[in-house]
């Protein structure tokens, strides 16, 4: 399939099978869930209801700090248990960041290496979106550690935007989201410290089959990442850049 090519033209098979990976936080997971074929009436559906449509066939937990060791063997797994191959997957959708250096990376060279000799279209999805689609609010925040926070917030024309702050960054936002979501204690502390009477919407960690939800709108009208292209979405730099710099200017 083309990357403009939609679900809808390509018109064959009564479902379409997706794999969800996600290796952004402190536990990932892979998915497998089958989307409706695209009707006059599915495509009629909001994008919460699209998503909500996507039927979850299993999904499979990895410890953090594992992905390398786990994530191909995990994806082999739920395939076996679902008697499916590689060549049957009709797209795949992937969590591109922010988190982890390590963790984004892993799951991004493994979705490419799978996407590839079938030239299975991809689509990328930042795991802040899929936290606020969870939660039904525009905002939210995870724990980027150093006391600070992976930020998401809504623009006044509706758009969103992302970013890394910490308390001095958030003191200085205006206006103030009224809700955000949240699915850690440590961001919810920070938010609440700076921002005072703020909503905090908390959820489960979003996971690779919440991500095949929020996908399913970008995947039935063919909005596909270019591999050659595709690059984790990380807010900040590594340890090895910052201390690397570090050394090099003393």
């Known amino acids: 399939m083309t990357e403009s090519q939609s679900v809808a ?15 952004c936080g402190p536990t990932g997971s892979v998915a497998l869930a089958r989307i409706g074929r ?7 559906k909001t994008a919460w209801d699209l998503g909500q449509s996507a039927k979850i066939l299993g999904q499979i937990t990895l410890a953090g700090r594992t992905y390398s060791a786990t994530l191909v063997a995990a994806i082999g797994e739920l395939l076996t248990q679902n008697e499916a191959r590689l060549a049957d997957l ?6 591109h960041g922010p988190g982890s250096f390590t963790g984004v990376r892993v799951g991004l060279s493994a979705v490419k290496g799978l996407a590839e000799p079938g030239n299975t279209p991809v689509v990328a999805v930042s795991r802040l979106a899929v936290l606020a689609a969870k939660a039904g609010v525009p905002s939210a925040a995870l724990d980027a550690h150093r006391h600070e926070v992976f930020l998401r917030l809504e623009e006044r024309d ?9 308390a001095e960054d958030l003191a200085q936002i205006n206006p103030v989201p009224t809700k955000a979501a949240i699915c850690d204690d440590v961001a919810a502390a920070l938010l609440e410290s700076v921002w005072k009477g703020i909503e905090l919407i908390r959820t489960e960690a979003p996971t690779a089959g919440d991500a095949i939800r929020v996908c399913v709108p970008a995947i ?4 596909f990442a270019d591999l050659a292209l595709l690059d984790g979405h990380y807010l900040r730099r590594s340890d090895a850049e910052i201390f690397g710099d570090a050394v090099q200017n003393k």
């Open 220 to 223: 039935l009208a063919g909005e």
């Open 9 to 23: 033209e390509r018109g064959d098979g009564a479902e379409l099978l997706v794999l969800g990976v996600d290796t």
């Open 158 to 166: 509706g758009s969103a935007r992302q970013l890394l702050a910490g």
């Open 38 to 44: 695209p009707t006059t009436e599915i495509l009629s």
């Open 90 to 95: 009709g797209a795949i959708a992937v969590v």
